[in-house]
């Protein structure tokens, strides 16, 4: 299996926010598996209007420069992990606003996810799962939750990601194995198509 470049996207911008801990951490522990080159990809370095383009960029070009940048670090890479938190039993709006912005880029590669909440992100999880679908994405059946127990004290400042986080790293095998042959499978079948197209 060659290396896979793959980006951690911090899926919230409050200037507070927690994500950006965990983010760094899967970064590292994907790095650390050898199959990886892994970057690390802030929403908050991407300030995108709300969609408004006349259509998706699957059937336009993109006519913002912010979002046009936005596809193009995209596109630098085979798969995704997505950390994202639950924001009112869904996914925090700036995510799915650059989801909405960013069809292609996603289109026939694997995504994983590290999550955080009350119950583990859950919910944002699963409607990520059917948005990216549609996308065309893969998505990795197993994903990292982490869920009240321990992310609750994290909120409640009893406790810190480095209390917390050691403890989940057997969880993260199956993550990362999954999604080292998802991404594998997906960038040899776009290779492939690629060669059929020029082929043809
Ligand atoms: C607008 C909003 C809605 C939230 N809704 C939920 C929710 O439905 N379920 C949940 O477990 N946590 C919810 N929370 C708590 C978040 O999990 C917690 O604030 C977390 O730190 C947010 O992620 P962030 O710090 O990366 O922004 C919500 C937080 C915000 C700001």
Same mark, same amino acid.
């Given at each position: 299996m060659t290396k896979s470049k793959i980006a951690v996207i911090i899926g919230s911008i409050r200037p507070n926010r927690q994500g950006d801990k965990p983010a760094k951490w899967i970064a590292d522990l994907a790095a650390q598996t050898g199959y990886f080159d892994v970057e690390i990809v802030d929403l908050k370095d991407y300030p995108l209007p709300l969609f408004d383009?006349?259509?998706?960029?699957?059937?336009?070009?993109?006519?913002?420069?912010?979002?046009?940048?936005?596809?193009?670090?995209?596109?630098?890479?085979?798969?995704?992990?997505?950390?994202?938190?639950?924001?009112?039993?869904?996914?925090?709006?700036?995510?799915?606003?650059?989801?909405?912005?960013?069809?292609?880029?996603?289109?026939?590669?694997?995504?994983?996810? =590290?999550?955080?909440?009350?119950?583990?992100?859950?919910?944002?999880?699963?409607?990520?799962?059917?948005?990216?679908?549609?996308?065309?994405? =893969?998505?990795?059946?197993?994903?990292l939750h982490i869920g009240g127990s321990d992310f609750g004290p994290i909120m409640m400042g009893q406790k810190t990601w480095d209390d917390v986080l050691p403890g989940q790293v057997p969880f993260t095998k199956d993550v990362l194995d999954n999604l080292a042959w998802w991404t594998n499978a997906t960038k040899v079948a776009r290779a492939a198509d690629e060669v059929a197209a020029k082929a043809a």
């Open positions: 383009a006349p259509a998706s960029d699957l059937w336009m070009p993109t006519p913002n420069a912010e979002a046009a940048k936005w596809q193009a670090k995209l596109n630098e890479f085979d798969g995704y992990i997505i950390v994202t938190p639950e924001y009112n039993r869904s996914i925090p709006g700036a995510l799915k606003n650059a989801i909405d912005w960013a069809y292609k880029p996603f289109m026939k590669k694997a995504v994983a996810f =590290v999550a955080y909440g009350s119950v583990g992100g859950a919910r944002a999880v699963e409607h990520l799962r059917t948005i990216l679908t549609e996308l065309q994405a =893969v998505t990795v059946r197993h994903a």
